[in-house]
């Protein structure tokens, strides 16, 4: 399933039913699960290992050296699951330091020209729309959306079921559940959509608007006092209310408010 223009290593490992198309180019220390398609043009490379049903579409660039000027030379590392989607000219980059993996989960799709950096840990059924730029040492929870031409600063947490609008400047934590988009940023509202489509309980999503009026809508307040009006009265009935106060608590860079 190799076309006769496409440049394979020996060395690279192919599991099963992988379809390699024109032009391709796939490096020596790269693993390719089962079920994986590399449409043309595609090139892989570096220590870089993808679990099944990958699908690579034309001008993508994957694992390829960091950008990251302290790079001193020797193997780094990307590793990425399942099912996976990378479009047309996306770029994902190997870690910068041998001890640590750009690291990225299953089931999330990288739209046309989305850039992941070096040392990035991004989780699952995320979204990555056109033009999505994403510096080093960001972290991208579970379910979360940045939507096009979005910029995030490096060492940025998006949390889960956020949702990051277009040309949106990020230089804080993005909280999990919450809607953030403007240059500067500011959390609009709860991503009350997105949450019943996920199958959140009414309840939940209620409860969670709540934790939104008191810790976003006034701005001006004081987080730590509305963090601890919410932990006496929300915490205990409330997993998401919960997680989103562990979340900003666990904050080094500070929330987008």
Known sequence: MIHPTAIVSPLATLGHNVRVGPFCVVGENVEL????????????????????????????????????????????????????VFRENCTVHRSTHAESVTRIGSHNLFLCYSHVAHDCQIGDHVILSN??????????????????????????RIGQHALVGGLSRIVQDVPPFMIVEGNPSKTRGLNAIGLQRRGFEEEEIKALKVAYKKLFLKKDGNLTIALSSLKATHT????????????IEASQRGITR
């Open 33 to 84: 699960g089962d079920d994986c398609v590399l449409h043309a043009h595609v090139v892989l490379e570096g220590y870089s290992k993808f679990g099944c049903s990958n699908e690579f579409f034309a001008f993508s660039a994957i694992g390829g050296k960091t950008q990251d000027l302290k790079y001193a030379g020797g193997p780094t590392y990307l590793e990425v699951g399942n099912h996976n």
């Open 131 to 156: 033009s999505v730029a994403l510096a080093g040492h960001i972290e991208v929870a579970d379910y979360a959306i940045i939507s096009g031409a979005a910029a995030i600063h490096q060492f940025c």
């Open 236 to 247: 205990g009935d409330s997993p998401g209310v919960k997680h989103l106060i562990e979340f």
